[in-house]
DNA sequence: ACAATCCACAACGATCGGTTGTGCTTCTAG
DNA sequence: CTAGAAGCACAACCGATCGTTGTGGATTGT
């Protein structure tokens, strides 16, 4: 099918006729004829019943019509998504089915007016150069690592802190508790995926098992979500840390529990960052609608890293104080 | 913007080399590269970063990834609704902003799993003749006239009774009244808007105006909506028929009024067409849904036409007794 | 260092798409 | 009734485009 037909068959059906078709297209009427013939014959329906004083839409021509035009505003959608200037606004997340992910999905349902694109950048390096470059708007990443200034221009605020919860199989000690103090992970093990080794997770595991005396292993390379399961289901003594956000695929048979954990409450802070100068309407009402829906302290007492408290103080001054508004 | 470019695009995307994509495609890595060298022309972007072990998708591409499938989904949908066999489900409506329309919508939004496409066609005996070819599934019309049978095969049964509302201006006699009994008619002149002459309307106005005494005018041709709120507003004589579904841009400074009929509340009689010996799936749904959302008598006592009568009193029957189920 | 992999460029040929010219049908005005 | 106008389709021609084959440059891994 091609898409200049397609545009080719609406301008005919809304001029009524060939000929004014292809005056408005700057083409012939012959070249009309032959772009809808064409058209005609792949979809193998007649679109138009042609008469002496114009041409008129089929039953097929009128069933094609919408969709001809949802077809052309699907085109200029994605032309526009690439146009520089004035494009829709561009967010990296840390993955689609996460918590940011559904910060950025809230929003959307809030302001649908404002034209959003969801990326995923590799790694949080890549996240805060695509932002200082200006190739995205913002980006919601834990990213107020210790020792890594923000570059200049790029400012933050923190958006969730996402409580971690402890991921354990049936056998484990922790099996049947309803909640887990904090400090009782003293001198457990605790197993780190794989695949967030090198990424932001890993400062965040170091200074957490730091702080509350328990080891992290690595458990050789990462063989996806089912051999995590499998491990965490047949260990009585292994341990890991998920949210409530993270999208498993729960395997039948197995018995596996999300048991929180308290006094205090690990939590994950993301945070938003953004360009200062970055004229994007859009932009604004991100930043003010993730602020505003921020909840301050949804979970009791909580632990943070503390590159991460620092920000948090900071966050906790009124609006009008905080830095880049 | 090339379709076929755009799926090379998604295509590459998916196999993450252009080799591999070529293969899929049954062409040349060379075409490949050649057409998504011009989809990057002609977008202005650079969709990919090409290394030796394959190519990554910029920030662009990942951008303009999701526009794609959705373009080619599109794409994949217009030429589905006019594919002969298994096809959405096509209905005939009298007009887009009208009840019957809205009773459509009620069952796209109980049945969103239900490809729908929805048609106008010129006429009640298009819209009858077309059930019968098959070219639509179903239509919603007032066509059990008087004298006109349905051809073989079609059945009919009643969905909506709509009722009628006096439209009047504001030195009008009925201008103040909360509600017009119907007998209150008889003697007056009711003005018939030009552009459902030859229509179905028309037998309805006709046994209407006989039934009750009134007479019904038929003022030079139609000029458009506005020339007749114009000549209402402006008139203390002249009233005509609208429903509260009639889409009407109000003017400012008109003093327009709706007066609801009553004792007996005239209703006008939509039935759902379709075919007998038509399996769409589909179509079940929507005869089930629209007879069970059909409210029974929610206008009190109500008038239909003698033809329309005789179809009401048969659907009052219980659905096993009800011919073609 | 060499082979393998992957993509881009060049040249050539076939197909496609647009234009001009023409013919047929239908509607309308005289 | 007839002639003209309007509207679309068919035919021939021609140029642009697209795909192919052949080749080269760059990177990775052995």
Redesign the pocket.
Known sequence: M?I??VR?FVA?VDA???????ARL?????????????LERDLGVQL?V??????QLTIDGQVFLPHARTLLHAEEQAAASVRPGRRALRVDVVGRRLAPAGLVRDFHLAHPEIGLDVVTLPGADAAVDAVRSGLIDASIRAVTMPGRRLPDGVEATPVLDEPLRLFVGPTHEFATAATVATARLAGRRIWMPGNIRGTEWTAYYDEFAAAFGFTVDTIGPDFGIEVLLDTIAESSTLATFLTDRTPLVWPVGHDLRLIPLCDPTPVYPHSLLWRADNPHPGLTALREHLVASAPEHPYGRTWAPGWARTRRAASTLPPDADSGR
């Open positions: 091609d200049a037909a080719t005919a009524g006729r060939f000929q004014s078709a292809a700057s083409i012939s009427q012959q070249a009309v004829s032959k772009r809808i013939a064409a138009f042609r008469t002496a004083r114009g041409a």
